[in-house]
Nanobody
Framework: QVQLVESGGGLVQAGGSLRLSCVAS????????IGWYRQAPGKQREWVTSISGGGIPAYRDSVKGRFTISTDDARNTVYLQMNNLKPEDTAVYYC??????????WGQGTQVTVSS
């Protein structure tokens, strides 16, 4: 069983930055796909970005050039650096890990609110 704990959300003005963290209870990078999703009020949860061990990260178009996913193997942590935030980025952000076996784990989410 893997536990994921996110942190780093908050309230920020448009144009500002936040860095989200997701700490896993075990090694998260070997043969795994880890990434971030978000869910805005009244909308479906959507994929934001993901990366596999040693792989090239992928981003949804609306965050390309503004968001960066990175990992710290030693700390079993994945980060989401979010720059030039926009009001439409407001959502609960979730960390997601998919194991090679197909098992999927989610964190509890962290709220990001961007004011205009």
């Amino acid at each position: 069983q893997v536990q994921l704990v996110e942190s780093g959300g908050g309230l920020v003005q448009a144009g500002g930055s936040l860095r989200l963290s997701c700490v896993a209870s075990g090694s998260i990078f070997r043969d795994n796909l880890i990434g971030w999703y978000r869910q805005a009020p009244g909308k479906q949860r959507e994929w934001v970005t993901s990366i596999s061990g040693g792989g090239i990260p992928a981003y949804r178009d609306s965050v390309k050039g503004r968001f960066t996913i990175s990992t710290d193997d030693a700390r079993n942590t994945v980060y989401l650096q979010m720059n030039n935030l926009k009001p439409e980025d407001t959502a609960v952000y979730y960390c997601r890990l998919e194991q090679y076996s197909g098992k999927v784990f989610w964190g509890q989410g962290t709220q990001v609110t961007v004011s205009s």
